[in-house]
């Protein structure tokens, strides 16, 4: 089966201006995940979408950040302004919730797109 | 809320000893634990997780964990380094119920030693 496609691989931008990714997930993945991932550290979840509602948005900067899901497949996440503190590489990961005894949900990931702040 | 550790940041082996990569976690409710590997320019993979069905849990590649309860801990290990298991570990844990948290740890980066 397909991965889940991320784009672009690679944005260089510079401080202030607007950027935007894409993800879509695993056909018949109802959650999707964004994470952000610093050089040197784990990723962080930004946001987490059940079909198109929002999960988790916790940790997301929403100041500047906005993320949407609208028919519950794709995704993009939006920066607006970026500044030099958002250069990372931001990923996508999908999952299928499999709800037995032991709730198991296994999240697979994209490559990841590779932000540069300039 | 919970956390996880990755006690170790590098840790370096000869090829063909074993691997161990340390993680300790915390939880208010009984958690989900996974390992992810993520190698150089691709994307984060599926090592193992455990789920509550069994303590010892095998994954891909050889490597598997142990979930002990009583010290908090889902420790990596492989009996057998093999060079392509250069890259960097990451330990998750999640807890299903009241505060629902995917937290990653800051990763442990292995080496291997020919």
């Known amino acids: 089966e397909a991965g889940v496609a991320q784009s672009p691989r690679y944005k260089i931008i510079e401080k202030r201006q607007s950027v935007a990714f894409w993800c879509n997930p695993i056909?018949?993945?109802?959650?999707l995940y964004w994470y952000q991932q610093i050089l040197g550290q784990g990723p962080k979840l930004l946001i987490q979408f059940q079909n198109n509602g929002v999960v988790d948005d916790s940790q997301l900067p929403k100041d500047r950040f906005s993320a949407e899901r609208l028919k519950g497949v794709d995704s993009t996440l939006k920066i607006q302004p970026a500044k030099l503190e958002d250069s990372a590489v931001y990923l996508c990961?999908?999952?299928?919730?499999?709800?037995?005894?032991?709730?198991?949900?296994?999240?697979?990931f994209g490559p990841g797109t590779r932000l540069t702040v300039l | 809320a919970q956390s996880v550790t990755q006690l170790d940041s590098h840790v370096s082996v000869s090829e063909g000893t074993p691997v161990l990569l340390r993680c300790n976690y915390s939880s208010s409710y009984s958690p989900s634990l996974f390992w992810y590997v993520q190698h150089p320019n691709k994307g984060l993979q599926l090592l193992l997780k455990y789920t509550s069905a069994a303590t010892l849990v095998k994954g891909i590649n050889g490597f598997e964990a142990e979930f002990k309860k009583s010290e908090t801990s889902f420790h990596l290990t492989k009996p057998s380094a093999h060079m392509s298991d250069a890259a960097e570990y990451f330990c998750v844990v999640r807890a299903w119920g009241g505060d629902d948290k995917i937290i990653f740890g800051k990763g442990t980066r292995l080496h291997i030693l020919p």
């Open positions: 056909s018949g993945h109802a959650t």
């Open positions: 990961a999908s999952s299928t919730r499999d709800v037995g005894l032991a709730i198991t949900d296994t999240q697979y």
